[in-house]
């Protein structure tokens, strides 16, 4: 990633690519902790964290090391289904923090371990996305369709029925984990709805027959609105105060929120509800989305934000919170990376592998 005009920018992108490349290894099967290899914070668990944020920059640019994050899980998938049993579910159910044995190892007092499940579906959306990129069918054969199929029974198992013919997924921890307990979470949602869709979409490029439940499952799942057409965050979602990007990421990166005026009422609302004590990613997301949108010079404000509170002295490592003082934080770096490559760049993940769409520069860069 060359940046021209913006030698700071430069350093910063540099850096944060750096330590994604070593932090992880290719064919070596194993995924990337929040802080890497830089410190023990939380243990060396693995989080959604890689699936979300560091995976996507090292999937457009070291399929090597991209292949070993998505293969660290299917390794584990017998781990996962041995969960959804536990709890009564069907197919594979992953662990909020995963350890080396594929187990749950979230601590006992955190309602994350028990209650946040979207991970699941995130890390069937860095499966598909794979094969997206590489169309190794071989790969989605032996390691990709068994994952996507795992997780579809698992969405169609956790979704209540609802009266009116919808589903509801009750009783989760989102990705802003401020609101614990509640039905309806926008990116729990979200990402089952993607997750079943790239089920069926891998059966039927594999010849498969696809379960028609994934299906009707995927296009009933409620997402919950406000009046005037704000994504309410959940059902019961009153304007409280948020950790992290919630609603904003069934824009990008789910693509289930397009319309431009949606997304820009998503974003106007949102942002100044993001908590300062939050981890850096969520204003990345909102820095890809404004970039999308033909906004350069929000994309950058947010770009700058994302990270530039977070560094470190002396050598501008970043720290999970702009409060915090743990170095390196790789989520972040993955965050930041993807404002440059899905924002800035303009590259889509799609059904044709990467695809350029309207790139924009900031005013302060002269090329990328």
């Given at each position: 990633?060359?940046?021209?005009?913006?030698?700071?920018?430069?350093?910063?992108?540099?850096?944060?690519?750096?330590?994604?490349?070593?932090?992880?290894?290719?064919?070596?099967?194993?995924?990337?902790?929040?802080?890497?290899?830089?410190?023990?914070?939380?243990?060396?668990?693995?989080?959604?964290?890689?699936?979300?944020?560091?995976?996507?920059?090292?999937?457009?640019?070291?399929?090597?090391?991209?292949?070993?994050?998505?293969?660290?899980?299917?390794?584990?998938?017998?781990?996962?289904?041995?969960?959804?049993?536990?709890?009564?579910?069907?197919?594979?159910?992953?662990?909020?923090?995963?350890?080396?044995?594929?187990?749950?190892?979230?601590?006992?007092?955190?309602?994350?371990?028990?209650?946040?499940?979207?991970?699941?579906?995130?890390?069937?959306?860095?499966?598909?996305?794979?094969?997206r990129i590489t169309k190794?069918?071989?790969?989605?054969?032996?390691?990709?369709y068994p994952m996507l199929?795992?997780?579809?029974?698992?969405?169609?198992?956790?979704?209540?029925?609802?009266?009116?013919?919808?589903?509801?997924?009750?009783?989760?921890?989102?990705?802003?984990?401020?609101?614990?307990?509640?039905?309806?979470?926008?990116?729990?949602?979200?990402?089952?709805?993607?997750?079943?869709?790239?089920?069926?979409?891998?059966?039927?490029?594999?010849?498969?027959?696809?379960?028609?439940?994934?299906?009707?499952?995927?296009?009933?799942?409620?997402?919950?609105?406000?009046?005037?057409?704000?994504?309410?965050?959940?059902?019961?979602?009153?304007?409280?105060?948020?950790?992290?990007?919630?609603?904003?990421?069934?824009?990008?990166?789910?693509?289930?929120?397009?319309?431009?005026?949606?997304?820009?009422?998503?974003?106007?609302?949102?942002?100044?509800?993001?908590?300062?004590?939050?981890?850096?990613?969520?204003?990345?997301?909102?820095?890809?989305?404004?970039?999308?949108?033909?906004?350069?010079?929000?994309?950058?404000?947010?770009?700058?934000?994302?990270?530039?509170?977070?560094?470190?002295?002396?050598?501008?490592?970043?720290?999970?919170?702009?409060?915090?003082?743990?170095?390196?934080?790789?989520?972040?770096?993955?965050?930041?990376?993807?404002?440059?490559?899905?924002?800035?760049?303009?590259?889509?993940?799609?059904?044709?592998?990467?695809?350029?769409?309207?790139?924009?520069?900031?005013?302060?860069?002269?090329?990328?």
């Amino acid at each position: 990633i060359i940046i021209e005009g913006d030698l700071q920018s430069q350093q910063d992108i540099r850096l944060a690519l750096y330590h994604l490349y070593a932090f992880g290894r290719g064919d070596n099967n194993l995924s990337i902790a929040p802080m890497g290899l830089s410190s023990q914070n939380y243990n060396g668990h693995i989080f959604w964290d890689t699936e979300l944020w560091m995976y996507p920059p090292l999937l457009l640019l070291n399929q090597d090391i991209a292949r070993s994050l998505v293969n660290y899980r299917s390794d584990r998938l017998d781990k996962a289904k041995q969960k959804a049993i536990n709890f009564g579910y069907k197919g594979a159910m992953f662990p909020w923090e995963s350890d080396d044995t594929g187990e749950e190892a979230t601590p006992a007092w955190a309602l994350t371990g028990t209650f946040e499940h979207h991970i699941t579906a995130d890390v069937a959306i860095a499966f598909w996305n794979y094969y997206r990129i590489t169309k190794d069918e071989k790969w989605l054969t032996e390691r990709g369709y068994p994952m996507l199929k795992e997780v579809a029974d698992y969405w169609v198992s956790r979704s209540t029925k609802n009266e009116d013919g919808s589903y509801s997924i009750k009783n989760v921890v989102g990705a802003n984990e401020f609101a614990p307990n509640v039905d309806d979470n926008a990116f729990t949602n979200g990402s089952a709805i993607t997750a079943l869709q790239y089920a069926t979409l891998a059966a039927k490029t594999l010849g498969i027959s696809p379960n028609t439940d994934w299906e009707q499952v995927a296009n009933n799942i409620k997402i919950h609105r406000f009046t005037d057409g704000t994504t309410m965050e959940h059902s019961k979602y009153d304007g409280d105060r948020i950790k992290q990007a919630d609603v904003n990421l069934l824009s990008f990166p789910l693509n289930i929120v397009s319309d431009k005026p949606t997304i820009l009422k998503d974003l106007k609302y949102y942002e100044p509800k993001l908590a300062e004590e939050g981890p850096a990613m969520g204003k990345s997301v909102f820095a890809v989305l404004y970039a999308r949108l033909g906004d350069a010079d929000n994309a950058f404000r947010l770009f700058k934000e994302s990270y530039e509170p977070n560094k470190r002295a002396p050598f501008g490592a970043l720290s999970e919170t702009a409060t915090a003082t743990h170095p390196y934080f790789a989520t972040g770096a993955g965050g930041m990376l993807q404002t440059v490559l899905f924002g800035f760049g303009g590259l889509h993940i799609t059904e044709n592998g990467i695809e350029q769409i309207n790139p924009i520069l900031p005013k302060q860069w002269t090329s990328l």
